[in-house]
Nanobody, 119 residues
């Protein structure tokens, strides 16, 4: 079984920065892609950014130039660096791992971390 844990959320002022972390534990899996999603109150969960195991990144338009997804291989953490945050970035942020277990593609979600952007 694969477990995903997010951390780093909190309260931040508009224009400020925050870094979220995603830790993955488990055995016998091959990571394909790590992604961040978010869900604001009353809204559907939406894609934010992804990092493929080969290194390619992808961002949704509303975070391009402000957010950066990266991986620390030594610590085996995936980060979402959030800069110039806006009130509309307020949401619960979720980490999603796509991986191979045996020959099956599986997705695992963390429980989320709350980000609140407010003055």
């Amino acid at each position: 079984q694969v477990q995903v844990t997010e951390s780093g959320g909190g309260l931040v002022q508009p224009g400020g920065s925050l870094r979220l972390s995603c830790a993955v534990s488990g055995r016998d899996f091959a990571r394909i892609e790590t992604a961040w999603y978010r869900q604001a109150p009353g809204q559907q969960r939406e894609f934010v950014a992804s990092l493929h195991a080969a290194g390619a990144t992808n961002y949704t338009d509303f975070v391009k130039g402000r957010f950066t997804i990266s991986r620390d291989y030594a610590k085996d953490l995936v980060y979402l660096q959030m800069n110039d945050v806006k009130p509309e970035d307020t949401a619960v942020y979720y980490c999603n791992i796509e991986c191979l277990i045996s020959v099956r593609r599986r997705h695992f979600w963390g429980q989320g971390t709350q980000v609140t952007v407010s003055s």
